[in-house]
């Protein structure tokens, strides 16, 4: 046992080690992490807030004004009171400091801001005394702006009145509740809350406790002032407020008593009756799992016209994007009544990770999004199991973390943030899937009762407090040694640090020695960058359960680890292999994040069993094997050849699952070819794989099905793919549709799953009638789903001039287009091959219009570079790209992760093309023969 430790020591701190040189050599946060501190210091802390706003919204004005009590204590003698503010003006002369003790109050005797930390920084003539206590009184105004951050404005036109409505939002995450009033303005200065909130009279007040009573305003002649019931302690980046003349809805009080309501604008509320069933029993589903009551007295969602986020889990307030929260019957999708449900849940699920107990600093912010994102999918399937919608969830995260996580440029889950700039580029993919998948992961090899039991212990020891990440870990630990999940000298803190400080994940290289039955075992992290790889680079290894099945031995749901690859070794050797002619397949329902690649003869023996019994192998293994197959090709690990034959087995597939896969490679190949002379031979090898599942599942007749939801998004893909690429008169049954729907615009009778489908396919092959006409559309509807259908799909023309004139309507304050919708917009244009060019044009000529346009930020279009990127396949176009890159660097510094991330991509694939372009396009012609003649 002894030996043991010390060999757990020794890997810990070689862990640590590897950890920080994987940071420097990446060059993610390196500078900002080893230069200014943006942290508060800590010798004062928060205790007590009693704020008041008073929201001035009519045609001359859109302001705030506000005055702020806090209670502090000190903690280290000091002569300064430092604290958040932004865009704030601060009233010096009623800034006052009082002594509890004593009662004695007293001016400072110098206040200063530092604007690029945002602190306010009050000096005091004498030295505040350790233990002590003291009120700090500030008076302050601010402006009520549209950059849908802080404490802004919105408005949306009320059908019923003939004009347009403003009100007052807020969106405090990560840190803009200091645009709002000074504040502490970090997740562990947890403090407990009074607020009163100032309004006109016609309007009404909403926050995240219940109103405890309404008395007319002193301050604003006419108005009244709303008086909030007392918070619990909780962190700045979680309150809410709101001013407005919205109507709710309210559900029957759920089993716990919560009053639950639904609040929209007077037009829309008809549309909150699916969120009004759902809401109340998520609560109460969340309540059964982790056993601990939700923890207010009430539970408010409002449906906000200009959102940025998709939603916000604001505790007993919870803020959501129209589209995200209003379902109307007739026209939104059954695929969007699945997100509405989701981000419901998701938002749920906050209200114990990241409020009850959240984060001490946002190193850990995957503890909030990971878990969200993860308990999101469990509830949704547990409430709505009909629609089976585990299995989607969880290949969405696989093939979304497999790929991001590929780059160097990635960055691991637990990661050093400092400058406020770097916390908002680590709400990504890695922080909520991968954060996600582990979770599954360790939900599999714990056992989901080992689970549930310790997160109950968590987030009891840890309520309206602050934890880290080895909180979480001490608490499975314990349970999972009482239950014996786990041998006594293992912890979870061993085998999950490996992936949470660590970026990226790895492969397993499986070789077979068929003549001893056994199997070498290997691990490396998986690149992209495959051709560029030095042998000196930093070695890393993971704890990663090894799941396994065989030709004879199909354990289909069996994901308890058969055995641990452990570190810092990791290698083992395998006994007990199946004979010479069956296959072996690892991961076992994609129970872990590792790719797998085998011996040239187990592909082959897979490939055949795909071929001819391909049900033998789960549905989340055939996903695997195909983009698997693909990932290992692309760095040149694994022949092209294999991978192409996995793909031909899909003139079989009926399992939406693995087309989904394949077709997120497909999609790979679309844009790197189609601007090449070699495309005509990828359409073909795509066209003939797409025949026979299109004439099962795709086109516009409607499907009778039991889960609705998943052959919803089946057919829809089915169909969108094969109108690309002119299947079975796809093309002209979508523009016959849609010619109706023009002729009488009161009918629309193209299904309401598959309305973008066909509004993208008739607009990529039809011209500006039938776009102004859309556009028309868009501007009549009500319904915040049908518009977003419709806004995407408006970026699907080729027309050129049509394409910028939409580009210069986004950036347009008097076009209809909502700033939220803004990336959308840019990146469904980019997607498409004519619009690749106009958006980079458009971009190169126009990019600090558009950050000042954003309120001085990039980050709404971020997302738009690597839409670019994913398409580069020339030197002289990703030289360019970088240039422009490179020449609005200042600009683009609040997306500078995403930035590296689609140069790194870019980069890769100019590299790739220039290496695979004639073998692929060789492998294709041959295997077009081939599929030609497969009996189906």
Known sequence: MDGFRNK???????????????????????????????????????????????????????????????????????????????????????????????KKSFKPTNIDFDEEKDFLIITVGNNLLTSQSYNLFIAYDGILDDNLDGYYKSSYYNSNTNKTEWMAVTQFEATSARKAFPCFDEPAMKAIFKISLGRPAEYTTISNMPLIKSDPSPSQPGGMIDHYAVTPPMSTYLIAFIVSKFVYKQSEPTPNNITFRIYTRQDAIEQADFAKEVGPK????????????????????????????????????????????????MTTSEISKYSIANVICHELAHQWFGNLVTMKWWTDLWLNEGFATQMAAIATHGLFPEWNTLDYDTVINVLSVFSLDSLKTSHPISVPVQDPKQIGEIFDIISYKKGSFLLRMLIHFLGEETFKKGITRYLNKHAFNNAQQDDLWAALTKQAHMDGSLYDQMTVKEIMDTWTLQTGYPVLNVVRNYACNTALVMQERFLYDNFNSKSNETKTCWWVPITLMSERNLQLNNTQPRKWLTCPCGIDLMHEMPNKDEWVLFNVNISALYRINYDELNWRLLINALQNNFYNIPVLNRVQLIDDSAALAWTGKLKYDIHFNILSYLVKESDFLPWRAAISNFDTFEKLFR????????????????????????????????????????????????????VSGCIEDSKSLFNQWQTNSSDNKIPKDLRGINYCVVLRNGGESEWNYLWSQYQKSNNPAEKQVILVSLGCSRDIWMLVRYLEWSISSDSGIRK?????????????????????????????????????????????????????????????????????????????????????????????????????????????????RIKL
């Not at 954003?854 to 002289?876: C, D, P």
């Open 282 to 329: 998520a609560l109460s589903y969340f309540e059964n799992y982790f056993k601990v009551k939700y923890a207010l007295p009430k539970q408010d969602m409002i449906a906000i016209p200009d959102f940025s986020a998709g939603a916000m889990e604001n505790w007993g307030l919870i803020t959501y994007r129209e589209t995200l929260l209003l379902f109307d019957n």
């Open 820 to 932: 939220q919708d803004i990336g959308s917009i840019f990146t469904t244009v980019a997607s498409n091959e004519i619009g690749y060019y106009v958006v980079k044009h458009f971009l190169y000529q126009k990019l600090p219009d558009i950050y000042n346009y954003l309120g001085s930020s990039t980050k709404r279009i971020s997302r738009v570079f690597m839409s670019i990127a994913l398409q580069i396949v020339e030197n002289s176009e990703l030289n360019e790209f970088k240039q422009f890159l490179s020449a609005n660097k200042a600009i683009l510094e609040d997306s500078a992760q995403t930035i590296r991330q689609a140069i790194e991509t870019a980069e890769i694939q100019v590299e790739w093309f220039k290496r695979n372009n004639r073998t692929i396009i060789e492998s294709l012609k041959q295997l077009n023969k081939k599929i030609n």
């Open 675 to 726: 601007r090449t002379s070699s495309y005509g031979i990828l359409k073909t090898f795509i066209r003939n794989l797409l025949k026979p599942i299109y004439g099962r599942v795709g086109g516009y007749e409607t499907k009778t099905t039991l889960n609705i939801v998943e052959e919803s998004r089946f057919q829809s893909i089915i169909t969108m793919w094969g109108c690309n690429y002119k």
């Open 8 to 102: 757990k020591k020794q890997y810990q701190g070689k862990r640590k080690m590897i950890f920080w040189v994987i940071v420097c050599v990446s060059g993610i946060w390196l500078a900002d992490v080893l230069g200014k501190d943006y942290r508060l210091p800590t010798a004062i802390k928060p205790e007590y807030y009693d704020l008041e706003i008073i929201t001035y919204i009519s045609e001359d004005s859109y302001s705030f004004s506000g005055r702020v009590m806090i209670k502090v204590k000190c903690l280290e003698e000091t002569n300064q009171i430092i604290l958040h503010s932004k865009n704030l003006t601060i009233h010096k002369s009623k800034v006052i400091v009082q002594d509890t003790l004593e």
